[in-house]
């Protein structure tokens, strides 16, 4: 099993559209996670980290499935500016002095107008 | 403020040559990281400072890949002997803490690539 795998897409979705990413990792000791955008041919920047108890920001909401060891990320009302690759991101260690963190290959959303 | 800077930013090199990538991190941050990332590939982790302790090298790819970061600040990344599947983008990034938990910024990265 990939260490941090999700689904490459791409997404292709109306502008106004609710659109779901998801992704899963394979330690069970992972203890942070976060959500990176990374636009065409730019650096990955940070979205959101993703919490135990879930998290908001305007309209993007992140999930995480400690159990089944699974992250999402909803996007609601879509604008053509969301259009980009959305990384998942795990640091595998565990407490405090771990630091790694372990991209997935990333998510491809397109916004259509 | 300044963000994470790299140079230079494309680098067109012949298979055999020596290239140096540039890093220069976000002032006060003391950890930094390269990855590198091939086309259609996720960031692949190479190596980590932090502060004045020794790094961890562990996913440099092979003994031609070697890094330095002098002063707690600039950081250089040396291949050697170039071969054509080092073609990538080399990406460096920077945090203020060592905890996992910081958001880590990016730079532009250095767009390699080996004829």
């Known amino acids: 099993r990939k260490e941090v795998e999700q689904d490459p897409g791409p997404f292709n979705v109306p502008e106004g559209a609710t659109v779901a990413f998801n992704c899963t990792y394979s330690n069970s000791a992972s203890q942070s996670f976060f959500w990176y955008r990374q636009d065409c041919r730019k650096e990955p920047k940070l979205l959101m980290s993703v919490y135990s108890s879930g998290n908001e920001d305007g309209r993007f909401t992140a999930q995480l499935n400690r159990a089944s060891q699974y992250i999402s990320l909803l996007i609601r009302d879509s604008k053509l500016s969301d259009s980009a690759t959305y990384l998942c991101v795990v640091n595998m260690g565990s407490g405090a002095g771990s630091y790694q963190l372990t991209f997935g290959k990333g998510t491809k959303l397109s916004v259509i107008p | 403020g300044a963000g994470v800077s790299q140079s230079p930013s494309n680098k067109v090199t012949e298979k055999g040559k020596d290239v140096e990538l540039r890093c220069d991190p976000i002032?006060?941050?003391?950890?930094l990281y390269w990855y590198r990332q091939s086309l259609g590939q996720g960031l692949e982790f190479l190596i980590y400072f932090q502060g004045n302790s020794a790094p961890d090298k562990s996913g440099l790819p092979s003994d031609r890949f070697s890094a330095e970061r002098t002063g707690g600040s600039v950081s250089t990344l040396t291949i050697q002997r170039t071969q054509q599947e080092d073609s990538a983008v080399y990406l460096c990034?920077?945090?203020?803490?060592?905890?996992?938990?910081?958001?880590?910024?990016f730079g532009p990265g250095t767009r390699l690539t080996v004829l």
């Open positions: 990034a920077s945090s203020p803490q060592r905890r996992s938990y910081n958001e880590q910024f």
């Open positions: 002032s006060g941050h003391t950890a």
